[in-house]
C-alpha cells in the first residue's frame, strides 16, 4: 500500500515503515504528526485519486529528528570584471518515519 501526499510545498511517495526527509515541521522528536493532504491512496488493487485531495485520507507519522542538509555553494561571478562573490546555505529538514495510511 502506498499514498502520494503534499507537504512542504514537494509531493512524496510513500509507504508504511518509510523514513523519508520533509520541510521542517513545527513538531518534536517522538512526536506524530498527521498529513492529510493525500493526493493517491493504493492498496494495490484499487487506487483512489483525489480532486485535488482524497476524501478521509490520512497519513500519520513520527517524528525522527530534525537536521540541516548539504552544503549548496552560490558563486556569482563576471568575467574580467573583478566581480565574484560566494554564499553558501543548509536547508533544514525533519525526518519522519511513516506509520499508517488510510483512506
Known sequence: MFAVIATGGKQHRVTEGETLRVEMLDAEPGQEVVFEKVLLVSDGERV???????????????VVGHDRGKKIRIIKFRRRQGYMRTQGHRQWFTEVRIKGISG
Open 48 to 62: 483512489a485519486v483525489g480532486a485535488p485531495y482524497v476524501a478521509g485520507g490520512r497519513v500519520t507519522a513520527e
